[in-house]
């Protein structure tokens, strides 16, 4: 019998208008796995379609993100309820439309890298992680030199995304567009998708850049002059 591969309902299929930004944030998702940044079914990842009323682009929760079709995205409100596509909204939802409305974001990228993972369990003691003097920071929107620091925000996990999200609220508007999650990994943010990812690139640059240099001080203190 010969397989046959049955067309997306019309009601699943991304609307012209949409198209664009479901192509453009599936692309996205499927770099980030390729990086090694959301292996299994980790990390979650959105975009803004419109802000009045606001509606969200993502992916559906528990899939694996590496090669999402453009079409299986789900449309999530402001509430978090999915309005548009089959699916379920993550329970992550909440922290991403916490960032959306109060760091007006166009896009919210979270990854389950080991960089983050480590030092965000490594970090929480104090509350936030300093990241200093590096070229890559310039990276960063607002940063014009590399001498500099920037704190990222560190808060414990909590599977109760509401209460998770009323804590991070106070800490986003000075927070280096993007915050850790201990022992969870880092959601970053840019006004635009092409930022978010520049924002989440760098960020995980300094991050594994951080622990190299947090080992290599331990195993080879720097020479004194
Ligand atoms: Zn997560």
Known sequence: MMGSVLPPRVD????????????????????????????????????????????????????????????????????????????????????????????????????????GTLLSQWGLAQGHLELRDL?????????????????????ANDQNLQRLSSLAAPLLPQAPQGLLIAGHGLYAWGDTLPNAMRHLEILEFLLEQHWRQLLLRAVAPPPCT
Not at 23 to 31: C, D, K, Q, Y
Not at 48 to 77: N, Y
Not at 138 to 154: D, E, F, M, N, R
Request: include cysteine.
């Open 12 to 115: 699943d299929a991304p609307q012209p208008a949409i198209a664009p930004a479901a192509r453009a944030l599936t692309e996205a998702m499927a770099a980030i796995y390729g990086r090694g940044w959301c292996d299994g079914t980790g990390g979650n990842f959105s975009c803004v379609l419109q802000q009045e009323p606001l509606r969200l682009l993502m992916a559906p929760s528990g899939v694996h993100k590496g090669a999402v079709a453009p079409e299986a995205l789900i449309e999530v409100d402001g509430q978090g309820t999915v309005v548009r596509g089959s699916g379920k909204a993550s329970a992550e939802t909440a922290l991403h439309l916490a960032i959306v409305k109060q760091c007006q974001a166009g896009a919210v990228l979270h990854t389950h890298s080991q960089a």
């Open 135 to 155: 070229e890559m920071l310039k990276g960063l929107s607002g940063i014009t030199t590399h001498a500099c620091s920037v704190q990222l925000p560190v808060l």
